[in-house]
């Protein structure tokens, strides 16, 4: 594909992205920030574990305004953990163990993936949402996946490219950080 085929291509998925849908997730996550006091833990591997970090970082940091600070914890983060439960415990689980030490009800899960198939993320979505009673989200490319059946919301990046669904992820975290900001500067 050539550099002008992959503008096409992105220009196309950013046109169907579901905006609507990502306008009413962040408001979600809003609401879980502000009137809940959860934490928002974020998950991904490889460039999705960048994302993660990326949307951590806005929520705890800022995005555009100045404002009060939210939980925000990127799980890909600690190199010590991750490895240090990879080998005690098996890869599927560096985000499931770190849930299960820091995670509690009422909290919400964000994983970033562009397949949604890996068994870190599933896990980690499955045991957030059943065992811990989190709200779980996917940030996923267009495939169906095991991901989507443990997230009880969904955004997709819609293509199958991966390199297109993860520049469609940074998208996502910069509209889903200004849904966030607006609720927050309209509370004021």
């Not at 899960?109 to 949402?129: D, K, N, Q, W, Y």
């Not at 996946?145 to 955004?155: D, M, N, Q, T």
């Amino acid at each position: 594909m050539t550099n002008e085929e992959a503008r096409l291509y992105h220009n196309l998925a950013l046109d169907t992205l579901d905006i609507p849908n990502v306008t009413k997730i962040g408001k979600v996550i809003w609401r879980h920030l502000s009137h809940y006091k959860s934490t928002v833990f974020t998950i991904g591997c490889g460039g999705s574990a960048a994302h993660a970090q990326h949307f951590a970082a806005e929520l705890t940091g800022r995005f555009q305004q100045d404002r009060r600070g939210y939980p925000g914890q990127a799980l890909t983060a600690d190199g010590a953990t991750i490895t240090a439960i990879a080998n005690d415990y098996g890869w599927e689980n560096v985000f499931k163990r770190q849930l299960e030490a820091l995670g509690k009800p009422g909290d919400m899960l964000v994983s970033f993936s562009t397949s949604g198939r890996s068994p870190a993320i599933v896990e980690a979505m499955s045991h957030a949402r059943n065992t811990l009673q989190m709200t779980t989200l996917a940030i996923i490319g267009d495939r169906e996946s095991a991901a989507i059946g443990e997230a009880k919301h969904v955004i997709r990046a819609p293509s199958l490219d991966t390199a297109i669904i993860q520049e469609l992820h940074t998208v996502i975290v910069h509209m889903l950080c200004r849904t966030i900001d607006d609720q927050h500067f309209q509370q004021k």
